[in-house]
């Protein structure tokens, strides 16, 4: 087969066309992805647009040309429109709508007319450099496919504004074919690698996104929100062996409500969910973002202070006390009020096992309770394991 220009965009309107139906089928699976949709739609736009232009340039008829331009910015108008959606900011169609309507209302102008190939690719590589916009302005989700797709674009953008330069300045034509090896050509070959990348890397950003939130969804404690039990000791094991490595001290809190089984047994389980509910809202409003936190069981919490003394995560662990203490919770018309029992433990022995913590930590938590809850304790200088007594829990 003879390789021509108008060859060229025959294969790039087919990878477009072939990119777009896979984007388009992986959306009939993740129907709740919009952006899967609108891009395989705008895939099938450009493609539409690609063939009209090369079989006007081709037949010599402008209005096919026009056709194809007005495709062209459609269909960029919808990747935005994608781009957008995948960051839940889907704008208004009829931003979408603008590039089509001027590049429309340009080719009505005779002296427009004349420079209808460079509208069309200042529109283009506007709404691309928009989508590269709304891509970095989501930077802050830790998506690793985000950042070859922002390149990828990036050169898109480049090459097309070196052709409104190249059509502007006469080294290119506005609306004949130009040869195969020119700066057209090189377009045209760079496009079909566009369309082939950015339907993977859509399809990649996706996938990547929902296992992210499959793993958040394994490590989150679905009652409350918070951490659950086995995210909580992975987290606060790396987190002492930092400290371990820094040399820094750290100190581990564990909470108990007080009485929380006559919560239950009084007002229902319902209510007793929100009571924890609440607690883990006020804790983590009173702990640092450093600080890991989690719910080990029942009514029972934890927490890993790291760079904290013990005294100063006293001063923390009283100040969540007493606000959890001093508040009354209206829950579903009943009025409760519930308090908290709270045991200290450090690291500033040289311990910077996890389980060894909590065990000192446990023990404060459990002399608390005997000596009449709602209150914090600190351990006791540690003995050794064997001559520890057996911990027996109060309410």
């Known amino acids: 087969m003879h390789l021509d220009l108008p060859t060229l965009m025959t294969m790039e309107s087919f990878v477009a066309v072939s990119a777009g139906a896979v984007l388009l089928i992986a959306w009939t699976q993740h129907r709740g992805v919009a952006a899967l949709g609108l891009w395989g739609l705008a895939d099938l736009i450009a493609a539409a647009g690609i063939f009209c232009l090369m079989l006007g340039w081709d037949l010599h008829e402008p209005p096919l040309t026009g056709l194809g331009g007005g495709l062209l910015a459609l269909g960029s108008g919808f990747m935005w429109?994608?781009?957008?959606?995948?960051?839940?900011?889907?704008?208004?169609?009829?931003?979408?709508?603008?590039?089509?309507?001027?590049f429309t209302m340009g080719n009505v102008i005779p002296t427009v007319r004349e420079f209808a190939g460079s509208l069309n690719l200042l529109i283009v590589s506007t709404y691309f450099l928009a989508i590269m916009r709304s891509l970095w302005l989501g930077r802050h989700e830790h998506l690793s496919a985000r950042w070859p797709f922002l390149a990828l674009i990036g050169i898109h953008v480049t090459v097309l504004l070196i052709g409104t330069v190249s059509t502007l300045n006469g080294s290119s034509s506005q609306d004949q074919v130009p040869p195969l090896f020119s700066l057209f050509g090189f377009i045209?070959?760079?496009?079909?690698?566009?369309?082939?990348?950015?339907?993977?890397?859509?399809?990649?950003?996706v996938k990547e996104r929902s296992e992210t939130a499959s793993r958040r969804v394994?490590?989150?404690?679905?009652?409350?929100?918070?951490?659950?039990?086995?995210?909580?000791?992975?987290?606060?094991?790396?987190?002492?062996?930092?400290?371990?490595?820094?040399?820094?001290?750290?100190?581990?809190?564990?909470?108990?409500?007080?009485?929380?089984?006559?919560?239950?047994?009084?007002?229902?389980?319902?209510?007793?969910?929100?009571?924890?509910?609440?607690?883990?809202?006020?804790?983590?409003?009173?702990?640092?973002?450093?600080?890991?936190?989690?719910?080990?069981?029942?009514?029972?919490?934890?927490?890993?202070?790291?760079?904290?003394?013990?005294?100063?995560?006293?001063?923390?662990?009283?100040?969540?006390?007493?606000?959890?203490?001093?508040a009354t919770l209206e829950i579903e018309g009943s009025l409760?009020?519930?308090?908290?029992?709270?045991?200290?433990?450090?690291n500033e022995d040289g311990?910077?096992?996890?389980?060894?913590?909590?065990?000192d930590a446990d023990e404060a938590l459990y002399c608390a309770k005997v000596e009449g809850r709602n209150r914090v304790r600190r351990a006791a200088r540690p003995q050794p394991l064997d001559e520890r007594a057996a911990v027996i829990r109060v309410a």
Do not use: W
Request: charged share 20%; hydrophobic share 50%; net charge neutral.
């Open 218 to 326: 394994a490590q989150i404690d679905a009652l409350t929100g918070v951490a659950n039990r086995a995210s909580f000791t992975e987290s606060a094991t790396r987190m002492l062996e930092r400290c371990r490595r820094e040399g820094t001290p750290a100190s581990v809190m564990m909470f108990d409500l007080d009485k929380f089984k006559i919560v239950n047994d009084r007002y229902g389980h319902a209510v007793g969910d929100a009571v924890l509910r609440e607690f883990c809202k006020l804790a983590v409003g009173a702990l640092r973002q450093t600080d890991v936190f989690g719910r080990i069981g029942g009514e029972e919490f934890a927490a890993v202070l790291p760079g904290t003394s013990i005294e100063a995560a006293f001063v923390r662990a009283e100040r969540i006390r007493a606000a959890f203490a001093a």
């Open 81 to 102: 429109m994608a781009a957008r959606a995948f960051d839940a900011k889907g704008p208004p169609p009829v931003q979408a709508l603008l590039g089509v309507g001027i």
């Open 188 to 205: 045209h070959f760079e496009s079909i690698i566009f369309a082939i990348g950015t339907a993977v890397f859509m399809l990649a950003l």
């Open 336 to 346: 409760i009020h519930v308090t908290v029992s709270c045991g200290l433990a450090s």
């Open 351 to 359: 311990k910077h096992e996890l389980n060894a913590l909590l065990h």
